[in-house]
């Protein structure tokens, strides 16, 4: 059996993701100010109030180094606050401010309607079956 399907899917996900992550990113920031990247962070964030960033590296699946930058953007942009970490001298904890929570509020509407768009491309099934498959594929240890 030839490697030719496997690549072929490879190159499949990753232009699927780099199209939606742009189309998704073009709309986020037109409707909140943000992008997918940041979306997600502040997501992560309400969800989980007062954790550290090490901690929303591990959420997020990122380098702990993108994490600081990704956080100083946010706090930069007032969507975070850091405060003191009330045991480890070095770390902070993460919260949400109104402005974060007035972003996800403008957004939502927009990860609906993306949502949605996409649902009616693969259909009611296949967008289960899809979001299962990138799910496994995402926690793989391959």
Sequence with gaps: MSAE??????FLLQRAAHRLRTSADRRCVAAAGVTTAQIGALFAVRDAPRQTQQQ????LGLRESAVTALVGRLTAAGLVAKSPHPREHRAVVLELTEAGERALTAAQPEI????????????????GRTAEALRRLAYWEG
């Design 5 to 10: 399907p496997d690549l072929r899917l490879y």
């Design 56 to 59: 929303l590296a591990r959420t």
């Design 112 to 127: 609906d309607r993306f949502n949605a768009e996409l649902r009616a491309v693969v259909g009611d099934d296949g967008f």
